[in-house]
């Protein structure tokens, strides 16, 4: 609950089961993308708050990791039924600070309860191993090596604004399942909504200190949790720049990075234009564009691509804009400084001979879904993430030449290949330098067991429940010597 609920809200940070102020005497002020108001306060904690976090979730994790696993089990399960009783407030709180619909709010928690508890389901499946030593040559079978994976202390868990409750739960659900604590900072933008999932957490009965939620300036304190030398293992989804200064600053320590992309939508002169077009609005314009996997530029054969240009222009022009209340598709972004950068690629393509095909529109922060035709890799627009609703159109001549023009980037999240030919739809795949490789379908992290992928400068490390249970333990060894 807020600290002081007069006015606007100030909401407190969580350490060892405690909702606390700050010694700081500072907050943050968070801003609604759509309201253009401040609806709440965080806490700015300071460095000594953040070590006493961490010391607590480090005291927290002894006995943690040697609880049964059915125990850990339970109190997910709890935690996985309070969110979906709370989704009515929780699902108001993210529209409400990160300018999503309700509907796709409410999915939002939803689709977290669900991760949760195929979380759980997971680990409950997964079992260690024994090897024989006479399966090797010359060594004796009286030697039984039994493998176990064990956690690896304290997990830094770093979330971004677009999905502020499931891409936190995302890693928070695997670190304890697996007998980890967490140290929990969510973004700035997302802060409201994050701890509103950690207070149906705490009404989950969790064992004080398990996670600690910090709030706070990335100049104060993002360093300090990146480089401390009690985090035993980092989790970060956000932009591609902050993931390249965690991987220089953390030293000897195991990183999972989801980081930006650039994912292209590949459209074969045999795809079905209508379906393929479907496909890349949604892929696109969901959510205005805020998403690491939004279709962000579509590759497509010169032969057919006056007629998927105009199949699109009629899908945009067709989108609902305005405010997430109305449950639109294009929504305002996230920030004025958002909707700078995307009006500036829209801007720069225009002046080097783009053509505006629809959009172009801006009212403060909301952009108006912008197609561009005619664009080339000397404009930024083919070139950097945009996070927001302008769709670039680049013309190939050849399955090649898309394949080569995806594969400059330096990005390699996920791709879309649109044809009706499975054979071309793999040896296209099998050039294509990214994660995930989707056939006539958009670009999406889920179904959220499937392996989540980034290479180059899209992240280092694989999530999927299984995965990511997998990034927080380590393998353990121990060898038998039998008598013979």
Not at 147 to 155: F, H, I, K, Q, S
Not at 187 to 195: E, F, V
Not at 244 to 265: F, H, Q, R, T, Y
Request: hydrophobic fraction near 40%; aromatic fraction near 6%.
């Amino acid at each position: 609950m807020p600290v002081n609920s007069i006015h606007i809200p100030t909401y407190p940070y969580y350490i060892n089961g405690d909702w606390l102020e700050s010694r700081s005497g500072q907050t943050i002020d968070i801003y609604s993308p759509y309201l253009n108001e401040v609806i709440g306060k965080v806490q700015a904690i300071t460095k000594d708050e953040v070590d006493e976090a961490i010391i607590s979730a480090r005291i927290a994790q002894r006995d943690w990791a040697i609880r049964p696993l059915q125990e850990r089990a339970q109190y997910l399960y709890r935690w996985a039924d309070e969110l979906v009783a709370s989704k009515d407030e929780i699902a108001a709180t993210i529209m409400k600070e990160v300018g999503k619909t309700l509907k796709d709010a409410y999915k939002e928690v939803t689709r977290t309860a669900e991760f949760i508890q195929y979380t759980v389901e997971e680990a409950l499946h997964m079992h260690g191993e024994s090897m024989r030593g006479d399966s090797f040559p010359g060594c004796s079978k009286s030697k039984v090596a039994i493998t176990d994976r064990v956690p690896l202390g304290v997990v830094l868990a770093i979330s971004p604004f677009n999905y502020p409750v499931n891409l936190s739960a995302a890693k928070i659900a695997p670190a304890l399942i697996s007998g980890n604590t967490v140290i929990f900072k969510p973004a700035t933008q997302g802060t409201i909504s994050g701890l509103k999932m950690i207070e149906a957490l705490h009404r989950s009965g969790l064992p004080k200190g398990l996670v600690n939620l910090v709030t706070g300036r990335g100049s104060e304190i993002g360093d300090y949790l990146v480089e401390h030398d009690s985090i035993d293992m980092i989790s970060f989804t956000g932009g591609t720049s902050t993931g390249i200064n965690i991987a220089k600053k953390s030293v000897m320590i195991p990183l999972v990075l989801e980081l930006g992309g650039k994912d292209p939508g590949i459209v074969c002169e045999d795809a079905n234009l209508f379906e393929s077009a479907k496909q890349i609005i949604s892929g696109a314009f969901s959510y205005s564009g805020q998403r690491c996997t939004a279709i962000k530029r579509v590759l497509a054969h010169e032969n057919i691509a006056d007629n998927l240009v105009q199949i699109l222009k009629e899908e945009t022009v067709n989108l609902s804009v305005g405010s997430p209340k109305d449950e639109s598709m294009i929504v305002p972004l996230i920030d004025h400084q958002s909707a700078d950068f995307v009006q500036g690629l829209i801007d720069d393509a225009l002046e080097k001979g783009a053509t505006l095909v629809t959009g172009n529109k801006r009212s403060k922060n909301l952009i108006y879904p912008t197609l561009l035709d005619n664009v080339t890799m000397d404009m930024d627009v083919a070139i950097e993430e945009p996070f927001g609703p302008v769709l670039p159109i680049l013309r190939v001549k050849s399955d090649q030449e898309a394949i080569d023009i995806a594969n400059q980037s330096e990005y390699g999240l996920q791709a879309s290949v649109f044809t009706n030919d499975i054979n071309r739809a793999f040896r296209i795949s099998n050039n294509i330098e990214a994660g995930t490789v989707q056939i006539n379908g958009r670009t999406e992290r889920g179904p959220d067991h499937f392996p989540f992928i980034g290479i180059k400068k899209s992240g280092i490390g694989s999530q999927g429940i299984r995965r990511s249970i997998e990034s927080m333990t380590r393998e353990k060894v121990t060898v038998l010597n039998l008598a013979e």
